[in-house]
């Protein structure tokens, strides 16, 4: 039985799900064996080169307009070939009994409170009804963390054994080249030291935090690197666009984002809700010290390697935290990688696999 991974994330920019998807899926690529059934099914318009894929077999569906008539298509292919399909994003295709979800996290139930909108209630109402199903109708679920683990368990009564938790890296970095370009774009970064954000600007990443924060200490400068989503967007946003010790730096490429990481004075992530967080882990591997909420799975992922703050209280000397020592992350970098995370789906995946065969 073959196994067919949802590509449509090469579709998107490589953020966040996307990114992960991507490192994973090339990883795995590596383990295949010549004989091994494994394909990536992406739109036929993709003009991205999928040249890294050796042993994959590339299924191109359909000319991609929307994500919903990708993966209607997706399902047709689905109903007339038997299938293993892994699928990165949050949903389970409409057909196939054999299928590997990922569900990052459980945002939208946990957090009903932030969904305040029509549109976004709505949107709401859909994910959490996709959750419901991927936790019925998915042969194995993926998470990437304990933390989201727990949740799912409790929020949907899904049993421990059914959920595999495949944990997110960083050593992407490592491959990134430098791009110090950002420093000519906002020169003051030249001039100052200065706090560095990243993701999306939505409202869970809790900017509500830094304009408090930054209101509270003028003289320090931070930036915030992302764009807004179209859903739950913070109400922050317009006032952090006028105050002058925030740069709203917006989308940067990977180089521009790890001259970011090597040069900040630390990078700050207050978010109360995450599934794992890439963007700490991804500083730390840059040398920057990371300050992180205390809540959500932070301290789960990050143990005594971060400096931590109350994600409802931005009255903190930030000079003061910095001064506590905090362990080496080299142990993260081990336990925490794409490598291993990719070899523990391939084994999951190659274990349903040899079931049918």
Not at 5 to 20: A, K, P, V
Not at 257 to 269: G, P, Q, R, S
Not at 279 to 305: H, K, M, R, T
Request: proline share 4%; hydrophobic share 35%; charged share 25%.
């Amino acid at each position: 039985m073959k196994v067919l991974i949802n590509g449509i994330f090469y579709s998107h920019q490589l953020t966040g799900i996307e990114r992960f998807a991507h490192e994973i899926s090339t990883n795995i690529d590596e383990y295949c064996s010549d004989n091994d059934n494994f394909s990536l099914a992406v739109a036929s318009n993709l003009d991205r080169n999928l040249s890294e894929f050796k042993k994959f077999s590339i299924v191109k569906l359909f000319k991609l307009k929307t994500d919903r008539i990708f993966n209607k298509v997706l399902d047709l292919y689905l109903l007339f070939h038997k299938c293993i399909c892994l699928d990165f994003a949050n949903r389970i295709p409409s057909f196939g009994k054999n299928n590997v979800s990922f569900l990052h996290d459980i945002y939208c139930r946990v957090h009903p409170e932030d969904f305040v909108t029509l549109k976004d209630k709505i949107n709401r109402i859909r994910t959490c009804a996709m959750y419901k199903k991927v936790c019925k109708r998915a042969k194995k679920i993926c998470t990437v963390s304990e933390f989201s683990k727990k949740q799912i368990m409790e929020y949907y009564n899904v049993p421990a054994e059914k959920i595999t938790v495949i944990y997110n890296g960083a050593e992407q970095m490592n491959n990134t080249q430098t791009d110090y370009s950002v420093f000519k774009n906002f020169p003051e970064l030249s001039e100052k030291e200065f706090y560095f954000t990243l993701g999306s600007l939505s409202l869970r990443k809790n900017l509500k935090w830094i304009a408090k924060h930054a209101e509270l200490y003028p003289n320090e400068l931070f930036v915030i690197s992302g764009g807004a989503l179209k859903n739950v967007i913070p109400p922050e946003l317009q006032k952090l666009q006028t105050m002058k010790n925030v740069i709203l730096a917006g989308y940067l490429s990977d180089g521009q984002i790890k001259a970011l990481y090597e040069k900040c004075k630390a990078f700050v992530m207050p978010s109360y809700f995450e599934g794992f967080g890439i963007p700490p882990l991804e500083a730390l591997s840059c040398g920057a010290q990371v300050i992180i909420s205390n809540a959500s799975c932070f301290p789960e992922i990050y143990g005594d390697c971060a400096h931590y703050i109350n994600p409802e209280n931005p009255d903190v000397d930030l000079d003061e935290l910095l001064k506590e020592r905090v362990k080496s992350p080299e142990d993260l970098f081990e336990k925490y990688s794409f490598k291993t995370s990719a070899k523990k789906l391939y084994n999951l995946l190659k274990e349903i696999q040899n079931e049918y065969n």
